[in-house]
């Protein structure tokens, strides 16, 4: 049956992975027969908060002003884009009881109950508070990284009973679901691989040999083999919306649909953050990750779940792993995994929609 349906999460970040995974929640939805759109929550200081990480992504690290114009650019095509999705009437992030009528919520996907998140950590409204829909439901929801060792605090809890189906994205969010409400919540794909055909093919064909370095603040070792193998394989870097000058070519001011078609037409990933692997693992790129402890757990999870494990790089990895992992073809069983996973989220939404 056709719902009207509300999604909230994170979609106004001045960040690939979190426009990406919107859009392909609310197109994903729209193409099973729904009538979906995003909740559009406005805050001016989150707006700010945003603003001010746009222009120093990488804090404590400063970054200089000669990039300014490139990350202003950047932001633009993000606004830009952002308001090209589909919207509901805008409301204030305080006032959830403003949200219009639908016949059910949806909230996920991205870290939306990471308590620890600077400007939407702990935030009511994504935990259902104030929320009036007959259905209630999270898809691919994470605490990022809020470790599951640290449980949740008992209202927290509470109004996370309220929800009618619980699923997370990673076995950390899952673990502190357990723990805290005694219920097994649905591990479900990220949308952008669950609903994959959402993301467009290359628009142009790539340079040969060419590499995305997306993310910052890797750690040298990383920077040092990665660009060894880059220079053995005669591969030219480019990093995709972040200053990484051990690269060869810097595209900061990339759109959302830049960074998809870059990503389209790679060779190989070398990065760091969450949508990076997404993206390699959507179109079955090989890669290679190095996890910072703040994205530990989502990746380690995300690799852990797919079967790809051996991705995740550490400073112990010697260069001949870089060149089977960056230049081989990914195990046939990682897409076997994905595919057993896909089917296990659409088998929860038509629980949790139908």
Known sequence: MARKIGVLTFHRCINYGSYWQARCLVDGLRARGHDAELLDHRSVAVERAELRCAFQPQLPRRTARSDHPALGLKTRKFVAAIQRLPLSEPFDLDAPERIGGYDAIVVGSDEVWNF?????GSNPIFFGRGIQSERLVSYAASFGNHDAEHGIATDWAGSLSGFSALSVRDDNSRRLIAGALAVDPALVLDPCLQFPDGIPA??????????????HGFPAWFEAAVRRWADRRGVWLVSIGYRNDWADEQRIDAAPADFADAFAGAQAVATNFFHGCVFALRHATPFVCAATPYRLNKLRDLTASL?????????ATPDGEYDALLGE??????GERMAALRGQSDAFLDQALG
């Open 329 to 334: 073809a990914l195990d046939a069983a990682v």
């Open 202 to 215: 290359a628009r142009t064909s790539a340079p040969l040999r060419t590499a995305i370095v997306y993310g």
């Open 116 to 120: 620890q998140h600077p400007w939407y």
């Open 307 to 315: 079967g790809a494990a051996r991705h995740l790089v550490d400073a």
